[in-house]
């Protein structure tokens, strides 16, 4: 009987354990995806102020039609050329976080545009992450267009 106590202590700890594992984890991805969404906003917006804050001085920014965009200066611009061509409403949705160690992560987000016409463009956007000085920054984008199989 007292192995079958010690059983079920210890699954319920194990399962508490996890719940607060989970939790930490979330409350760590949670910078990462609220800076996807200021990045979000400030595209919207056209906002270079918040962009140039967010950003690093050395992005770089591969777009899905294969243009690089070097420097923040180059990207910004490219961003706001993007933003004016092409309108529409833009949408990142952060999938998933992952850390490569504590001040470096990877961040892939579901890149919907829905065109002015009401087409829908589905992509994937990962973001290179950096954090400096307890701040994290988009060091790098890579924005992707799936090819039908």
Request: aromatic letters at 8%.
């Amino acid at each position: 009987m007292k192995n079958i106590v010690m059983f079920f202590i210890s699954i319920i700890f194990s399962n508490f354990h996890l719940h607060a594992q989970q939790k930490a984890n979330q409350q760590t991805k949670e910078p990462i995806i609220e800076l996807v969404a200021s990045y979000s906003l400030a595209r919207e917006n056209r906002d270079t102020i918040l962009l140039k804050k967010i950003l690093t001085p050395d992005i770089d920014q591969l777009v899905s039609n294969g243009e690089w965009r070097a420097g923040i200066n180059e990207a910004v611009q490219g961003m706001l050329k993007s933003s004016a061509t092409k309108p529409g409403t833009r949408t990142l949705t952060v999938d998933k976080v992952r850390f490569l160690d504590a001040d470096n992560a990877v961040a892939d987000a579901r890149y919907d545009i829905t065109n002015d016409d009401g087409s829908l463009r589905r992509m994937w956007s990962t973001f290179i992450v950096v954090r400096n000085k307890g701040q994290w920054k988009i060091a790098g984008i890579r924005n992707m267009l799936p090819a039908a199989l």
